[in-house]
């Protein structure tokens, strides 16, 4: 079935570096990749989006960048801060059979050390 | 627009009991969604729903009824509750249609089963 993995769980960075996130997924036919933050206690909340047809998308210091080919899409977070600690999952959603779910990552947990 | 609204926002039930867990949604979208997740993991899918009456099984469905009687509504249903049920509940929804796919979750509900 659809899969999608994520890489890695935990990821502990500096305060003002950058931090990636990876993730692969299995259907070829997937056209639409969000990334959501969860922080501590709330809801999961959509931070940037991809669709199929872009190769990179920026939002002020996040990025999402796609490789159809290898399907693979990473996250990009550049100049850090405390506030981005928290836990980021990614997603897909699959070819049109299977368009009713989205499939999430495992997330991976950041910590941003001051 | 209050968006995707859980009740309640924390419940005890007691090994045997049941209860549902209430999920409404205000922007008329198609898919709604229920998961669990348990302390310092990801997102399980429970049910999902792609339109009033209209359900279908997630990953882990079992212990757990759902009904779409209406677009706006979505509750869960947990007969004889069990220890294994104890987790955080939220709901999700999204319209589902191409340049729509944005998911919104609810603020979550938390169970303690003892």
């Known amino acids: 079935g659809e899969n999608v993995e994520q890489h890695p769980s935990t990821l502990s960075v500096q305060e003002g570096d950058s931090a990636v996130i990876k993730c692969t997924y299995s259907d070829s036919a997937s056209n639409y990749f969000p990334w959501y933050k969860q922080e501590l206690g709330k809801r999961p909340q959509l931070i940037i989006d991809?669709?199929?047809?872009?190769g990179e998308k920026k939002d002020q210091r996040i990025a999402v960048t796609l490789n159809k080919t290898a399907k693979h899409f990473s996250l990009h977070i550049t100049e850090t801060q405390p506030e981005d600690s928290a836990v980021y999952f990614c997603?897909?959603?699959?070819?049109?059979?299977?368009?009713?779910?989205?499939?999430f990552g495992s997330g991976t947990r950041l910590s941003i050390r001051p | 627009n209050a968006g995707v609204t859980q009740t309640p926002k924390f419940r005890i039930l007691k090994i045997g009991q049941s209860m549902t867990l209430q999920c409404t949604q205000d922007?008329?979208?198609?898919?709604m969604y229920w998961y669990r997740q348990d302390p310092g993991m990801g997102l399980k899918l429970i049910y999902y729903?792609?339109?009033?009456?209209?359900?279908d099984k997630g990953e882990v469905p079992n212990g757990y009824n759902v009904s779409r009687s209406t677009t706006e509504d979505f509750p869960l249903r947990l007969e004889l509750a069990a220890p294994s049920q104890t987790s955080v509940y939220f709901c999700?929804?999204?319209?589902?249609?191409?340049?729509?796919?944005?998911?919104?979750f609810g603020p979550g509900t938390r169970l303690l089963v003892l």
């Open positions: 997603a897909a959603i699959p070819g049109y059979s299977s368009a009713s779910k989205i499939i």
């Open positions: 729903s792609v339109g009033a009456g209209i359900t």
């Open positions: 922007m008329n979208h198609n898919y």
């Open positions: 999700a929804s999204r319209q589902g249609t191409s340049g729509e796919e944005t998911q919104y």
């Open positions: 991809i669709r199929s047809n872009v």
